[in-house]
């Protein structure tokens, strides 16, 4: 009996079977209106799910408005914004696919342009389009970059609300249908910005030393645990180190990935950088496949955690090798994907998984399969 290629044997997470390896990461599309999804999200997540995948991340959804990213980012922080996410997660469901969401904040790095238009702080063309600013918030006055606004520090009645924000955003998505939620503490953004010290440079316990800075990631991700169901996985992503030796390291990472293991984290999604700039700012190496799958790797071994590597992982073979090798047990494909939102089924048929077009979806396997077995295999010009 042949064994299936790594990436196409399922994984049980609690109560959640997985068709495969292959992750849809979370990607930012920057076109909601006022927090709510419309009909480009479901075209966009839908096409992921009949491109089999086996995990279909919605992008960073806030938990509140003055958390989105940009004007145009979608959010669960009023109920009237559920069922656009129920959409999504319903017709992931039908298609084979495990709806979940990244739960976020922006912090310091909220309310800044739509990528299109600079993705820097507004600026006076974005105020004539309609996209007001708003006041970031995070754990210290420290703004981003030099031009960046100013963030109000946190207080700690401020914090206790938004701890409470996740858990309510966290309520919505269980609402709306998702399986699987992972809270965003990566890219510069709210968590990221408490954990490292080059933006958090607080005195009280949500400052100082390893412990107080981890504090917020630490009591967000509890909470969200405590009313996300034991039988549903729950995620955490991390810049596993901010690419400069006075902040965040990889070291931190693994106590980080500890912790958040003991209170009941599933999978520690491994990216980096961004603490300043944009999300992929300070890139710790040179930009190259798999250049992030490392840290996966680390805290696998040395924290015995389910992980998921990310970065430039872009073929089949590259895939395989890495859960094949240990160094990670799930595979998200993120930009590959806008190329190929079919990536999934054409890896399985690269890797001798899905020869026939088995796997794919009945309303084009069947043509395909069928063309495949006739002599007259497709010519360009000739008929179908």
């Not at 510069?188 to 607080?202: A, E, M, Q």
């Amino acid at each position: 009996m042949t064994t299936l290629p790594r990436l196409f044997q399922p994984l049980t997470l609690r109560s959640i079977t997985t068709r495969n390896r292959v992750v849809i990461s979370p990607m930012c599309q920057y076109s909601a209106h006022e927090g709510h999804m419309d009909d480009w999200h479901l075209v966009n997540l839908g096409r992921y799910a009949i491109g089999g995948a086996g995990i279909v991340f919605t992008e960073a959804t806030a938990v509140q408005k003055c958390g989105r990213i940009t004007h145009g980012c979608p959010g669960l922080w009023e109920d009237s914004q559920v069922p656009a996410h129920a959409r999504i997660a319903q017709f992931a469901l039908r298609n084979g696919a495990i709806p979940a969401i990244q739960l976020a904040h922006a912090g310091r790095k909220a309310g800044m342009q739509r990528p299109w238009f600079g993705n820097g702080p507004l600026d006076d063309a974005d105020l004539a389009r309609g996209d007001m600013p708003w006041t970031p918030v995070g754990p210290s006055a420290v703004p981003v970059a030099q031009g960046w606004p100013t963030p109000h520090s946190l207080s700690h009645a401020e914090i206790d609300a938004l701890v409470q924000d996740f858990v309510a955003a966290a309520r919505r998505a269980l609402a709306a249908g998702y399986k699987i939620a992972e809270v965003h503490g990566a890219h510069g953004y709210l968590l990221h910005s408490f954990l490292s010290p080059l933006s958090n440079t607080r005195t009280d316990e949500y400052g100082g030393d390893l412990a107080g800075r981890m504090r917020l990631a630490l009591d967000v991700t509890k909470a969200v645990r405590a009313v996300w169901p034991d039988d549903l996985p729950l995620f955490f992503r991390t810049s596993a180190v901010d690419g400069t030796p006075e902040g965040w390291t990889i070291e931190d990472t693994v106590v980080l990935a500890g912790e958040l293991k003991n209170i009941g984290v599933d999978v520690m999604d491994c990216s980096s950088s961004g603490i300043a700039g944009s999300a992929t700012a300070n890139a710790p190496s040179k930009r190259q496949p798999g250049f992030q799958v490392g840290y996966a790797e680390r805290v696998r071994k040395d924290v015995g955690m389910t992980t998921m590597a990310v970065g430039l992982i872009t073929h089949p073979k590259q895939a395989e090798d890495i859960l094949a090798e240990g160094r990670a047990d799930l595979i998200a494909i993120g930009r590959e994907a806008l190329v190929d939102p079919m990536w999934a089924l054409h890896a399985a048929q690269s890797l001798g998984a899905d020869p026939l077009f088995e796997a794919w979806p009945e309303q084009s396997g069947w043509w395909l399969a069928a063309r495949q077995k006739t002599s007259d295999f497709y010519q360009p010009n000739a008929a179908d």
